[in-house]
């Protein structure tokens, strides 16, 4: 009597080791995704430092851009399959070391030849060996009622490490600049920064991640090995995953619009450089809100609803600024703004959780997810070349019309999408 009263007194106990042994190999997860990206941008922020340290052309930086984007694309189904060959536990702090050693040789400033052999190393780092494996810790770390939370605070936290990180560095800069530094001189400790932080954060996460098969809450997950084409038929036979596919196809569409914004603002409204710059960067800092608390309330109210909520909202305040004069109030402009964006990134934080909606066999949930991906991210490909078509076809604030109306179709699609997911998983749920 006396043991069976130990254990059952010791059970809460037990319980909450494992959720705070469980949220701190989350929070490393974090860290790795909020690093391993930024490395790979610098051009957002220092593009041109970047072209008079390496003595390239605009033309040459966006060729090595361009391969990287090619190797995502291309690497989003492998990633997958990849996923669920090999631990996670392997794969994400190789993942990390490999951008962090290629940025080590980046910060070298070696010759112009070797830049695409950076990126593409680059590419196979944060796409092949990385984005799968993160997806699927994250799910295998979370319960099922936490999908929303985790998924959420994944895209929201990853965003607040960003920005903590890129004030870092742009500190740095300002420091090096103002000591009169070269190019190469002041970008070189901004790249330490990334590649070691990267290296380190490589470590932890092979020390203190479970190994592959490790479920929520402690249980070891039973895998049937399973090969690439017969995984590809159990996932045809699922279409919940193929209407997620469509969800993200949409939904990563209203947030890809958020990068014109600066643009729009200028030469649609006429703003200059510093206001533009200031409500962009306001934006970026609803991430942290959109996507947390997003995924709170995912959790709260179910995932499904506040995503189609979120599509919606944003939907609504993309024909806002489609109807608003051209000399319209700054604020409302604002406004506007910051509500696409946070709705943007609520989006963002919750269509992943649907994924635990689709019931995928543990043994292909890898896979799932890149293939989800491949489909999920094609707009990187197409939508740069339809807003730059549609500008070229009607310059100023009415090509930006056109533009965004595409998006609102695209919303409203999305947002159907949703409620269509939602009521299929209710019939499937429902079925003996």
Not at 110 to 115: S, T
């Amino acid at each position: 009597m006396i043991d069976t009263f130990a254990i059952a007194a010791g059970t809460p106990v037990l319980q909450k080791k494992q959720d705070l042994k469980r949220y701190f190999q989350f929070a490393l997860l974090l860290l790795a995704a909020g690093t391993i990206y930024p490395m790979l941008y610098l051009r957002q922020n220092y593009e041109l430092t970047i072209l008079d340290a390496f003595r390239i052309s605009k033309e040459e930086l966006e060729n090595s851009y361009a391969m990287l984007g090619l190797i995502y694309v291309i690497s989003y189904a492998p990633s997958g399959w990849l996923a669920d060959k090999i631990s996670v536990r392997i794969l994400i702090p190789f993942s990390l070391t490999l951008v962090g050693l290629l940025g080590l040789w980046f910060a070298t400033f070696p010759d112009r030849q070797f830049l695409p052999l950076i990126f593409a190393g680059w590419g196979i780092g944060a796409g092949l060996t990385f984005w799968a494996a993160l997806i699927k810790s994250v799910k295998m770390l979370a319960k099922r009622e936490e999908q929303g939370r985790f998924f959420g605070i994944l895209d929201g936290g990853r965003g607040l490490i960003e920005a903590l990180l890129a004030t870092a560095a742009l500190s740095i800069f300002a420091y090096m600049t103002h000591q009169s530094a070269s190019s190469r001189e002041a970008m070189q400790p901004i790249v330490h920064l990334y590649s070691t932080g990267c290296l380190l954060i490589a470590v932890l996460i092979f020390v203190f991640l479970e190994k592959r098969g490790q479920a929520a809450d402690g249980s070891a997950a039973r895998q049937d090995k399973v090969g690439l084409f017969a995984g590809l038929r159990i996932l045809l036979g699922i279409p919940q995953l193929w209407l997620m596919a469509f969800v993200i196809f949409t939904g990563y569409q209203l947030f890809w619009v958020t990068y014109s914004f600066s643009s729009f603002l200028r030469q649609g409204h006429g703003m200059d450089a510093m206001a533009a710059g200031t409500i962009t960067v306001i934006k970026l800092w609803m991430r942290p809100i959109g996507g947390i608390g997003g995924g709170f309330l995912g959790n709260r109210f179910s995932n499904e609803n506040v995503l189609a909520v979120a599509m919606l909202l944003a939907t609504a305040g993309l024909i806002g600024l489609m109807i608003l004069p051209q000399h319209a109030d700054t604020y409302a402009l604002l406004a506007l703004v910051m509500l696409i964006g946070t709705m943007t990134y609520t989006i963002r934080g919750l269509y992943w959780a649907l994924l635990d909606k689709c019931q995928v066999p543990a043994s292909v949930v890898g896979l799932a997810i890149g293939v989800v991906s491949m489909i999920g991210y094609l707009p990187d490909i197409f939508l740069p070349k339809i807003n730059a078509a549609l500008l070229g076809m009607y310059p100023g604030l009415g090509g930006f019309k056109v533009y965004y109306g595409y998006i609102v179709l695209c919303g409203v699609l999305g947002a159907a999408g949703v409620f269509y997911f939602k009521k299929s998983t209710k019939k499937e749920r429902a079925q003996p």
